[in-house]
């Protein structure tokens, strides 16, 4: 019969790879910045402004803890807020310069950590262990 223990595995990959990133980020003079502020940063990459409630639905957090990451962003200096030009009750999130300047380091953070993951690993089973993660969200 075989163990399920699939969901420690996770939780203690989760770990190895959050306490990675920040040790490389710390290799790269960044500090300060944890995993979670990431999901954020990365958005922001993406789509340069976006309002505290677009961000909490793109990384799948509430507002409230998106509120969050984004004042402790803010304090480091990564980001800055303004109002919406269409509805001044909405707070607009953007990327400062330093924030900017952060982009390559984070994909190559990024990349470090992806090749940690996959190497070892065919593509078919790089395939299938997506497939099966995405699975095992689905159904949560």
Same mark, same amino acid.
């Given at each position: 019969?075989?163990?399920?223990?699939?969901?420690?595995?996770?939780?203690?990959?989760?770990?190895?790879?959050?306490?990675?990133? $920040?040790?490389? /980020? *710390?290799?790269?003079?960044?500090?300060?910045?944890?995993? !979670?502020?990431? +999901?954020?940063?990365?958005?922001?990459?993406?789509?340069?402004?976006?309002?505290?409630?677009?961000?909490?639905?793109?990384?799948?957090?509430?507002?409230?803890?998106?509120?969050?990451? $984004?004042?402790? /962003? *803010?304090?480091?200096?990564?980001?800055?807020?303004?109002? !919406?030009?269409? +509805?001044?009750?909405?707070?607009?999130?953007?990327?400062?310069?330093?924030?900017?300047?952060?982009?390559?380091?984070?994909?190559?953070?990024?990349?470090?950590?992806?090749?940690?993951?996959?190497?070892? /690993?065919?593509?078919?089973?790089?395939?299938?262990?997506?497939?099966?993660?995405?699975?095992?969200?689905?159904?949560?």
């Amino acid at each position: 019969m075989p163990k399920y223990n699939a969901i420690a595995l996770i939780a203690r990959i989760r770990d190895h790879v959050n306490k990675r990133i $920040v040790h490389e /980020l *710390e290799q790269h003079e960044v500090t300060g910045i944890v995993p !979670s502020h990431g +999901d954020v940063l990365m958005f922001l990459y993406r789509e340069e402004t976006l309002s505290i409630k677009m961000l909490a639905e793109r990384i799948q957090r509430t507002q409230p803890t998106v509120t969050v990451l $984004v004042n402790k /962003l *803010e304090k480091l200096g990564y980001v800055e807020r303004s109002k !919406s030009a269409e +509805d001044s009750r909405v707070t607009m999130i953007r990327l400062t310069e330093q924030g900017k300047r952060l982009e390559p380091i984070f994909h190559q953070v990024s990349e470090q950590i992806n090749d940690i993951i996959y190497s070892g /690993l065919s593509d078919e089973q790089s395939e299938q262990l997506e497939s099966l993660l995405s699975i095992i969200f689905r159904k949560l």
